[in-house]
Structures are given as structure tokens and as C-alpha cells.
């Protein structure tokens, strides 16, 4: 945002006159003046307008400075309309020119081979880490640039799920990742804050996961997620992963794996269900695709270009159809000022078209974050509503406050109406 620090600099100099501010509410000032900036808000007369409002005369202590940062937070959020058509990071023009590194240890594997068939330029590295966890790196552009990495996973492979994410009271649960980054760009995906490079890399040593994960099974049932930095069934028509995985759960009933999605292609499960059945399997009931849906409003300015919610709820139906077990995730919701008018219709738009009886459970959860992943979604994404709210931070963790109480309670109630409680899971941490 250029010109903009000058801006809130004046606006501050002026606030401070009157308002003694610790530097962590300068900060919180600043990101206040941001959210109303980056949502097209004239952040000067607002402040203006709030400073008369208040009448303040006398200069203010610490104390009520809090109070008064508080006030103008709440007026912020609840009074700005998010902007819907956000400015981008300019596309790249002109013809692309495909990079792909491949690690020398990966570089024989036909995976390999026929992910590189689509490159103009194939670079041979030790390591994918030297290319990944390089600096200088321009999360966006490089999302948007087609070069890719191809690896083999060396790290541990399958490990304990997040305390960020939900269980659904499995006892075991874990996680793996054979793909990092994702083709869909949500403003707000954590991995834009996890990872310093936005290029995928697409492991293709899959059967040492299966290795890994065999020996675990000796020891209890895991519950295992296997797309939670990445789309993987946006992904299936380039990997070919998924049809790879259910063909591995089809023979370990300890295990259940869960495909969380945000994909509207509603082709591919007739595939997994006639490979099922060839191979003599008629259910496959514990892999659980699940499908991430948020109001078209939502979809406008924090998942665009993202397939609609007619189009992911035509890919539900399309797993169900096959067999596959199935779950809705209302998680993350996002707040804007109309969230009650939207999520309800959502909620309702659903259950007009999909039998609750259908879904094997539904997960709902507010937007919430690790304050050291935001500080660098914000970096990578300095024009998005998301990322520039003013959340409040406690114990390390970002949510939208009161705010989030009001929208989980709302939720759960409007759920009930469609779904048994017995079935919703409800984030209730922040
Ligand atoms: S679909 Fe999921 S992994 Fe992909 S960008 Fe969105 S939030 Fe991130």
C-alpha cells in the first residue's frame, strides 16, 4: 500500500496527542486504519468522525486509551462493508516459462517423468529445501508462475495432527502430507504463512508413506488427514494421488482417512467407484471426503475463483452417489457485517439440496489463527480483508473476539435445525 504509512503516521501523530498509547495499541491502531484502508473505507474522515463522536477534550491515560481503541475497533468492524473486488498482485503477462526443480534423488522416479512433461525447464537440485526455504521468496507470484518442485519426502512422514484442527473424537489422529501449497488461493490459507515459498512440491515417494503408516496401524487405528496443505482432489486429474490412497484404505479397515476439499468436480468418483468394485471392495466407508463450504459472499473476496457452492455441493452428492462417506465443513466462517443474513441462507441453501441423513457429520468453527502465521499472511497478503482485520490476540492465538462467540452460537443453532447435534463438531477454542 504505497503512500499508506505516511498516511496512518499523520493520523497517529494526531491521535497520539491526545491519547497516551502503549506501542502494542500503536500497533493496533495501525491495523484498525489498515482493515478500513484495504476495504475502500476513507480511513481519515472515519477517524474524524469517530474523534468528534467521542469528544475528546482532555488528553486520555492509558486506561480509557484501551477503552477508546476498543470502541473504535468495534465501530470499524461492524460499520465496513468488505470490499469484494480487491486489488491483486498483477498477473504475469506474457508467456510463461515453466520451471521445474526436481530433486536428483527424485529425478529417475516415472512420477517424476510425467509431472515434468508439461515444463519448459527442468533444474536438477540436491535438495527441494535449497529452492523452498531459500530467501527472497514472493509467496503470490510464485503461486500464480506454474514452476513447481518434485521431491522425496525424507522427513517424517506421518505425524500428530494440529491442536488448531478437529479430531471429530478420534483418539489417533494424524496427519500427512505428500503435497505442499495448493492450486486454489484462499486469503485465508495458513500456508501462505507456514511456508515461505508458494511453488508446490509434489513428493513422489507415496509408497513410503503407506510404509510408514502400515507400522503405525500395528499399533492402534489411526484417523488420518491427508489434505490439509493442499487441494488433493483438485490435484487428482495432474497425481492421481487420491485414487492411490482409497486403493490403500480399501485394505486397512483400522484405518480412516479424511480428503478435505474444496473441489466441484463431480467426474472423478464414478472412477474410485468402479476401481473399487473391480477389485472386489463395494463400500469404501472410511475414507471421508469432505467438503469446505462458505456463502458465495464469502467465496467473493476471500476464495476467488473458487468453485461455487452449487458446484461443490453437486461433488458431495457425486462421492455420496458412489459410496463414499461424507462431511461438511462450515469452517473457517468468515466475518463480514451481513455474516448472520448469509450464513443462514447458506445453511439453508444447503439442506434444500442435500439430505442431512446423508452427511456423516458437519463441522463448524470461526476463523482463528496463530499470531506468528498471520504477521506473515499479512506480508503476503497486504490487500485482503482477511488478513488486515483487527483480531485480538490472546495467548498466542487471533479471533475475531465477542465476535466469534456470536457467530459459533448462531452456527450451532442453525444447524440444529437441519442436522442432529449429536452430529455437528463445534470449534469451541480459540
Ligand atoms: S483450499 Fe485449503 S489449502 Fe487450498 S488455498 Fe484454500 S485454504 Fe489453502
Known amino acids: 500500500m504505497p503512500g499508506f504509512n505516511d498516511e496512518i503516521n499523520k493520523i497517529k501523530e494526531e491521535f497520539k496527542k491526545k491519547v497516551k498509547m502503549s506501542f502494542q495499541m500503536e500497533a493496533e491502531f495501525e491495523q484498525i486504519l489498515k482493515y478500513l484502508a484495504v476495504n475502500g473505507a476513507d480511513h481519515e474522515s472515519f477517524f474524524r468522525a469517530f474523534f468528534e463522536e467521542e469528544k475528546i477534550e482532555e488528553p486520555v491515560c492509558k486506561a480509557e486509551a484501551k477503552k477508546l481503541l476498543a470502541k473504535l475497533r468495534e465501530k470499524a468492524v461492524r460499520e465496513t462493508t468488505v470490499r469484494k473486488t480487491v486489488t491483486r498482485t498483477p498477473e504475469i503477462v506474457g508467456e ?34 535449497d529452492i523452498f526455504n531459500a530467501k527472497g521468496h514472493n509467496f503470490k507470484e510464485e503461486k500464480k508462475s506454474g514452476n513447481f518442485i518434485v521431491a522425496r519426502n525424507k522427513d517424517a512422514l506421518v505425524y500428530p495432527g494440529a ?131 462458505s456463502p458465495e459472499e464469502v467465496i467473493s473476496f476471500a476464495e476467488q475463483g473458487l468453485p461455487s457452492v452449487e458446484k461443490r455441493i453437486g461433488a458431495l452428492k457425486a462421492a455420496k452417489r458412489s459410496g463414499f462417506p461424507v462431511r461438511i465443513c462450515f469452517d473457517p466462517m468468515i466475518y463480514h457485517p451481513d455474516w448472520k443474513k448469509t450464513y443462514q441462507k447458506l445453511f439453508s441453501n444447503v439442506f434444500n439440496s442435500v439430505n442431512a441423513e446423508d452427511i456423516l457429520d458437519i463441522s463448524v468453527g470461526v476463523f482463528r489463527i496463530s ?24 495467548n498466542g492465538a487471533c479471533h475475531y473476539g465477542e465476535i466469534s462467540s456470536e457467530m459459533m452460537s448462531f452456527a450451532k443453532e442453525e444447524l440444529k435445525k437441519y442436522v442432529p447435534a449429536d452430529k455437528i463438531y463445534a470449534w469451541e477454542g480459540n
Not at 529417475?108 to 540436491?126: G, H, Q, S, T
Not at 499470531?371 to 490476540?393: G, H, W
Request: one cysteine or more; glycine letters at 2%.
Open 96 to 129: 510463461k516459462h515453466i520451471i521445474a526443480w526436481v530433486e536428483e534423488d527424485a529425478a529417475a522416479d516415472p512420477r517424476a517423468a510425467e509431472l515434468c512433461k508439461n515444463a519448459d525447464e527442468v533444474r536438477i537440485i540436491k535438495h527441494y529445501k
Open 371 to 394: 499470531n506468528k502465521l498471520l504477521r506473515r499472511m499479512r506480508d503476503a497478503n497486504e490487500d485482503s480483508p482477511v488478513t488486515q482485520f483487527p483480531y485480538i490476540t490472546e
Open 163 to 293: 491442536p488448531f484442527c478437529q479430531s471429530f473424537g478420534n483418539e489417533h489422529f494424524y496427519y500427512a502430507s505428500c503435497v505442499k501449497n495448493c492450486i486454489f488461493d484462499c486469503d485465508y490459507c495458513f500456508l501462505q504463512g507456514l511456508y515461505p515459498c508458494g511453488y508446490p512440491v509434489y513428493f513422489v515417494n507415496l509408497e513410503d508413506y503407506f510404509e510408514e503408516l502400515d507400522s503405525l496401524l500395528q499399533k492402534f487405528p489411526v484417523y488420518l488427514c491427508i489434505s490439509y496443505d493442499t487441494d488433493l482432489l483438485a490435484l487428482e486429474q495432474k497425481l492421481h494421488y487420491v485414487e492411490k490412497w482409497v486403493s490403500y484404505a480399501q485394505l486397512r479397515p483400522d484405518l480412516k482417512i479424511e480428503i478435505r476439499t474444496k473441489s466441484g468436480n463431480s467426474t472423478l468418483f464414478k472412477h474410485f467407484e468402479n476401481m473399487l468394485k473391480s477389485s472386489g471392495t463395494e463400500n469404501c466407508d472410511n475414507v471421508i471426503f469432505a467438503w469446505t463450504i
